[in-house]
């Protein structure tokens, strides 16, 4: 007997639903996207419960007729396409006619719209119509979306915290109110207003709505022209970039894209033009004609195919490299982090360019050797303790009878120690990461934390989104010693800080949790956000560090409870064995 069998229609809609509708924000993200398409100019959202109980978008576009309220929960039922060449052209962000069908299977939704005059109002369920009535209703859609996944369990315990899925809209509307200025949106949480960006004329000023001054002059503006393509928006105004790469934003066409082309051609255009270990801060705006672009080609349109991804490599390069170069009235700068010592001459990049044309070939190739060994074993490194660098004697040994002399830094990078049993290149940042979360721990196990007050006034302006993440975890930041208080509207006032770092530590700190809760899958644990402050406090890669450092760092790493990965993981130090260095070398050993 046959064992395949057509799944019934019921169970086919809600896996089609499944793959639009992934949580509060999917639905957000393509109820704007109907509304955007309906020529509105204001659109307003509201959530309770981070969208678990309740999405709900009102827009002012044309609103939808008798005979459209028939259609459009219909699966592939759209306006916006109707034959195939349309799809080679695809001007408006929704086309393929699934979005309001997969909300509709999986909540409980009603939908009030009028063309200007008179109105209708639709109540469904689960996919089915309960009824459809007249209204009298403001030009427009408002589509109340409640009780997401009720009638789909499975999907309902996938759904984060409720402030967790709120930061997701809120981080979701922020990315597309940039792309639309002229257009006000709103976001509100139960009673609160998270966002309100009324109507303005120029980007910069949304920018401003959303993100504040400061943040506006850290930037430079990109304009550039070639043949039909555009690109316009903003990049980090050299050497400043950013802690993360949480602002990086891309757009095709004013579409919202995650897209490697674009983030690659940004990332070698700022080499070696912003300070280490930073990144660089990007509102990246795409113009071309519609048929350059593929659009359809990922199930929620995240991601776009270029017919030309070449050329669009190149435009984004030569537009930010020009942007810059007018900015800098030069060619590329190497910075070597903030310790790097005058004159520049000694900073990592120089080092690595002189590395490389030999001038500087201290090391041996065994070196280079050793070193892919490490990297072949970084998995197993995290897992199993057979390839530490040390064995517990020899740390002992280390620690106790201080049996190491250290011959220097290389690269500004690393550590070069000599034992007896050979050489330990050790790496600066990760080596003091592991040192340093030791210690933040040893304070969270006492429960130690002590704070200090800001001399001056510490302000912090964070997007909406950051604002609702840093949100989550702020019963967690404030056991560490810090006191938050909200000025208003995007601004943050930090009264106090941990008492052992320096203001602009702390501020580096507080961003360094709000992306950790960003990336997080869940919310960050304890340890987690102990790590980052470790991470964000550690000494720099790049960092030139006077003998007097290096000692302390070697003395206080060889201390350290657990030396041999950084608290995310990675490897602190390499080991060179002397009988190695002996064998590349043909020295008989004695
Ligand atoms: N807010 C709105 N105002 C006016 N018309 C709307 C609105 N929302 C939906 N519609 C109409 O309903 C149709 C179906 O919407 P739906 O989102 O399901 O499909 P789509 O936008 O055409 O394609 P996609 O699935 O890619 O979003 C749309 O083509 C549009 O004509
Ligand atoms: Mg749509």
New binding site residues.
């Given amino acids: 007997m046959g064992k395949i069998k057509i799944l019934n229609s019921e169970v086919a809609q809600k896996i089609a639903a499944g793959e ?1 509708v992934e949580r509060p924000v999917s639905v957000v993200k ?2 704007v ?3 955007l ?2 020529g ?1 100019t204001d659109i307003r959202v509201e959530v309770i419960e981070g969208g678990k109980k309740l999405i709900k ?1 009102e ?1 002012n ?4 007729s008798e005979e ?1 309220i028939a ?3 219909e699966r592939h ?5 109707s034959q195939v060449e349309d799809l080679e052209k695809i001007a ?11 909300i509709d299977s999986v909540s409980r939704l009603l939908l009030k ?1 009028s063309e200007g005059a008179g109105g209708f109002k639709v109540e469904r369920e689960g996919g089915k119509l309960i009824r459809i009535s007249e209204g009298a209703y403001p030009r ?2 408002s ?1 109340e979306v409640r009780d997401l996944f009720f009638n789909l369990p499975v999907r309902q315990k996938f759904l984060r915290s409720a402030q967790s899925e709120l930061t997701l809209i809120a981080r979701y509307l922020t990315t597309v109110c940039l792309a639309f200025p002229e257009i006000s949106f709103s976001l509100h949480h139960g009673k609160r207003q998270l966002l309100h960006c009324p109507s303005v004329t120029t980007r910069r000023e949304r920018f401003y709505q959303l993100f504040g001054r400061q943040a506006l002059e850290r930037l430079i503006d990109l304009a550039w022209q070639e043949g039909d393509y555009q690109v316009s928006g903003f990049v980090s105004r050299p050497p400043l970039g950013h802690p993360d790469r949480q602002r990086q934003f891309f757009y095709v066409n004013r579409r919202p894209v995650k897209d490697r082309t674009l983030a690659a051609a940004v990332q070698q255009a700022v080499k070696g033009r912003l300070e280490k270990d930073t990144f660089p801060e990007v509102y990246l705006f795409l113009t071309l004609p519609y048929e350059e672009v593929d659009v359809n080609v990922h199930p929620t ?1 995240a991601e776009v195919r270029f017919r030309d991804s070449l050329r669009v490599f190149q435009i984004i390069l030569s537009s930010l490299k020009e942007a810059m170069e007018k900015e800098a009235g030069a060619k590329p700068v190497y910075f070597g982090g903030s310790e790097a010592g005058p004159g520049g001459e000694k900073t990592e990049g120089a080092a690595i360019s002189r590395a490389r044309s030999g001038e500087e070939r201290l090391i041996p190739f065994s070196w280079k050797r050793v070193a892919e060994d490490a990297e072949g074993s970084r998995d197993l490194l995290s897992l199993s303790r057979e390839q530490e660098p040390f064995d517990e004697k020899e740390i002992r040994e280390l620690r106790e009878e201080k049996s190491f002399q250290i011959l220097g830094q290389y690269l500004n990078l690393y550590l070069i120690v000599a034992d007896k049993n050979g050489l330990l290149i050790i790496d600066q940042h990760n080596a003091h990461e592991r040192v340093l979360y030791e210690r933040y721990l040893e304070i969270e196990r006492r429960q130690a934390w002590a704070s200090r007050q800001a001399l001056f006034p510490l302000i912090l302006e964070l997007s909406p989104a950051e604002m609702t993440g840093l949100e989550e975890i702020k019963p967690e930041v404030e056991a560490m010693g810090f006191e938050i208080e909200s000025l208003g509207g995007r601004s943050l006032l930090v009264r106090c800080f941990p008492d052992f770092l320096e203001a602009e530590e702390a501020r580096r700190v507080l961003l360094g949790f709000i992306e950790a809760q960003a990336v997080a899958q869940a919310k960050p644990t304890r340890n987690e956000l102990l790590a980052t402050m470790a991470c964000r406090t550690a000494i720099k890669a790049g960092a030139a560090l006077s003998r007097e450092k290096i000692e302390a760092l070697v003395a206080a790493f060889f201390q350290t409870e657990d030396p041999w990965l950084c608290p995310h993981g990675r490897p602190t130090a390499l080991r060179l064995n002397r009988s190695e260095i002996e064998k590349e070398l043909k020295r008989p050993s004695n």
């Fill in positions: 639009v393509e109820l996207e109907n509304s398409d309906a509105a978008v827009d576009g044309w609103g939808l459209d259609l459009c929960f039922a759209t306006s916006k396409i408006t962000l929704g086309f393929r006619g699934e979005a309001l069908a997969s719209t427009g859609t589509v349109k």
